[in-house]
């Protein structure tokens, strides 16, 4: 049996994941060494991110927000499937998978809008500096440490969605590395569409 592929990943989201991993960890490995690179990197992931929100609602099918956004119920309906190893197969995002797309934004933009507020507030720089001017030096340690927090959280999002990768391509036998390279995944006419 001839096995078909079918594009679900265009090319902006392609390297819209690609970038926004290569920025994350360059971001994070800078932070007290290289603040320069540091504060770089994060503009480039602003970019980044605020180029995705737009092509979650004008992108290609698989890309658009509504084509993975879910009740909670089915979100935890699929994690159950997944643990018991039932879980459906999806071409576009699964509904975990989803929300992982949703947790990782929002952990990102609270990890660079605390990052502006915090380069206010100690260097005197940067878009928000006008609004950090004239606080207290705890409430830029504050700063600081929410900044840091989102970060490590991001962290931890990371790798519950590496694990949550290597889980779906072992259930579906399938790699979804690949298909994050190449755009293209099995087609088969049992899967689940998610739109």
Do not use: C
């Given at each position: 049996?001839?096995?078909?592929?079918?594009?679900?990943?265009d090319?902006?989201?392609?390297?819209?994941?690609?970038?926004?991993?290569?920025?994350?960890?360059?971001?994070?490995?800078?932070?007290?060494?290289?603040?320069?690179?540091?504060?770089y990197?994060?503009y480039?992931?602003?970019?980044?991110?605020?180029?995705?929100?737009?092509?979650?609602?004008?992108?290609?099918?698989?890309?658009?927000?509504?084509?993975?956004?879910?009740?909670?119920?089915?979100v935890?309906?699929?994690?159950?499937d997944?643990?018991?190893?039932?879980?459906?197969?999806?071409?576009?995002?699964?509904?975990?998978?989803?929300?992982?797309?949703?947790?990782l934004?929002?952990?990102?933009?609270?990890?660079?809008?605390?990052?502006l507020?915090t380069?206010?507030?100690?260097?005197?720089?940067?878009?928000l500096?006008?609004?950090?001017?004239?606080?207290?030096?705890?409430?830029?340690?504050?700063?600081?440490?929410?900044?840091?927090?989102?970060?490590?959280?991001?962290?931890?999002?990371?790798?519950?969605?590496?694990?949550?990768?290597?889980?779906?391509?072992?259930?579906?036998?399938?790699?979804?590395?690949?298909?994050?390279?190449?755009?293209?995944?099995?087609?088969?006419?049992?899967?689940?569409?998610?739109?």
């Amino acid at each position: 049996m001839d096995i078909q592929q079918t594009k679900i990943w265009d090319i902006f989201i392609r390297i819209f994941h690609w970038s926004l991993l290569a920025t994350f960890a360059i971001t994070y490995l800078t932070e007290d060494d290289f603040p320069t690179i540091h504060v770089y990197a994060g503009y480039t992931m602003m970019a980044l991110i605020t180029m995705r929100l737009i092509w979650g609602f004008i992108g290609s099918p698989y890309a658009r927000f509504n084509s993975f956004i879910v009740k909670p119920y089915a979100v935890i309906e699929y994690i159950k499937d997944v643990v018991k190893f039932r879980a459906k197969r999806y071409l576009g995002h699964n509904p975990a998978g989803g929300v992982m797309v949703i947790a990782l934004l929002i952990s990102l933009s609270m990890t660079l809008f605390f990052g502006l507020l915090t380069y206010g507030a100690a260097e005197f720089s940067g878009p928000l500096a006008g609004l950090t001017g004239d606080i207290s030096s705890s409430m830029a340690h504050l700063f600081k440490e929410v900044h840091e927090f989102f970060a490590n959280f991001t962290l931890l999002l990371v790798a519950l969605h590496v694990f949550g990768v290597l889980v779906a391509s072992l259930q579906h036998k399938e790699n979804l590395v690949s298909s994050m390279i190449t755009g293209y995944k099995r087609a088969e006419q049992n899967d689940k569409h998610s739109y």
